[in-house]
Nanobody, 116 residues
Framework: QVQLVESGGGLVQPGGSLRLSCAAS????????MSWYRQAPGKERELVAA????????NYADSVKGRFTISRDNPKNMVYLQMNNLKPEDTAIYYC?????????WGQGTQVTVSS
């Protein structure tokens, strides 16, 4: 069955870094665009970063541009989110998303907390 399993979240101080990973299985990973979303308490889920199926195109939310980098490794069925210079407002549950046309899959999420 389809699985997206996120890892790498945790507690980090402001200005610190984390690298999130998402392991995909059960579908043709290289055919899907991949994204990272996040949802903070009391807020709607928002798109953080996205990468095309072959990895040649990326886009980012304005709030993370220059700080976060999305990448993927198609042979390993993995997608990553490198997060640098983290801020308290980056605190949220981060979700991995796979999308191809009308098909969409979600992971269970990983908590990122930025606090001193």
């Amino acid at each position: 069955q389809v699985q997206l399993v996120e890892s790498g979240g945790g507690l980090v101080q402001p200005g610190g870094s984390l690298r999130l990973s998402c392991a995909a299985s059960g579908f043709t990973f290289s055919s899907y665009a991949m994204s990272w979303y996040r949802q903070a308490p009391g807020k709607e889920r928002e798109l953080v970063a996205a990468i095309s199926s072959a990895g040649g195109s990326t886009n980012y939310a304005d709030s993370v541009k220059g700080r976060f980098t999305i990448s993927r490794d198609n042979p390993k069925n993995m997608v990553y989110l490198q997060m640098n210079n983290l801020k308290p407002e980056d605190t949220a549950i981060y979700y991995c998303n796979a999308r191809r046309n009308q098909y969409q899959h979600w992971g269970q999420g990983t908590q990122v907390t930025v606090s001193s």
